[in-house]
């Protein structure tokens, strides 16, 4: 029965792993995964980059000495104010522990200080806390460009100039307005001359992970790559003067 229940279990996980992989959420397995062993990658990054000033270690192993002397004669007179009976003197190990502990207790109340700094940070972010590892799925990139391309072809009917669609963006509601300083809009014309876009993120890095999209323009909203910006900018499509 046991082993039924063990062989249940297995097969529920595994399920649920091949469900949430095929649905992009990767990140569920990623999480755990750097919380145990994500600080060694961390570490052998960021560790020969260190630059080791020793006059400030020196002060540190000079201020804690002289805290952990201070603190054991201290207590050791305390100890024996208040313990005249007892003939044991004060064990210096308890003084190594109490200074052990303090210390302890500075580098917890650091940690705590930036942990809830980033916490502030990433909640205060306006760039998501999870991308889909599936980049190029079209629902993903049309998830990507946050409705920014059918309200720069709403722009683009009612008559605003391609040269100032941008402008209009970045002047409308607060919601639009946010969306569009986190992504380019540039106009592109259809050979028909159909009113279209090509929208994708400012960020080097999220532009290079994400690519973009092509919207409007007779075609239906399209992905593309990093790599083919270059040459959609370039273009002929490309309104004049539009391309950041």
């Known amino acids: 029965m046991k082993v039924m229940n063990v062989l249940g279990w297995v097969l529920g996980?595994?399920?649920?792993?091949?469900?949430?992989?095929?649905?992009?959420?990767?990140?569920?397995?990623?999480?755990?995964?750097?919380?145990?062993?994500?600080?060694?990658?961390?570490?052998?990054?960021?560790?020969?980059?260190?630059?080791?000033?020793?006059?400030?270690?020196?002060?540190?192993?000079?201020?804690?000495?002289v805290l952990g002397v201070g603190s054991h004669l201290f207590l050791r007179r305390l100890w024996r104010q208040l313990r005249p009976e007892d003939a044991r003197e004060w064990p210096v190990r308890w003084s190594v522990s109490l200074v052990a502990l303090l210390v302890l207790l500075f580098s917890a109340t650091m940690a705590t200080v930036g942990i809830g700094h980033h916490v502030g940070w990433l909640a205060s972010g306006r760039a998501p806390l999870t991308v889909s590892s599936w980049h190029f799925l079209a629902t993903h990139m049309e998830w990507d460009n946050e409705g920014l391309c059918q309200t720069a072809l709403t722009l683009s009917k009612s008559g605003v100039p391609d040269a100032r669609i941008g402008q209009a963006l970045l002047a409308g509601d607060e919601v639009t307005r946010t969306k569009a300083e986190r992504l380019h809009v540039v106009p592109w014309r259809a050979a028909g001359g159909e009113a279209g876009f090509l929208v994708f993120?400012?960020?080097?890095?999220?532009?290079?992970?994400?690519?973009?999209?092509?919207?409007g323009g007779g075609v239906k909203m399209e992905s593309f790559r990093a790599a083919e910006l270059p040459k959609l900018l370039s273009g002929p499509r490309v309104a004049a003067d539009t391309a950041p």
């Open 13 to 65: 996980v595994l399920f649920l792993m091949v469900l949430f992989t095929c649905s992009g959420q990767v990140w569920l397995f990623q999480v755990p995964w750097y919380l145990v062993v994500g600080w060694v990658s961390f570490l052998l990054k960021v560790v020969p980059e260190v630059t080791w000033r020793w006059g400030a270690i020196a002060e540190t192993v000079a201020v804690v000495a």
């Open 201 to 215: 993120p400012r960020d080097p890095l999220s532009r290079e992970r994400a690519g973009g999209v092509h919207c």
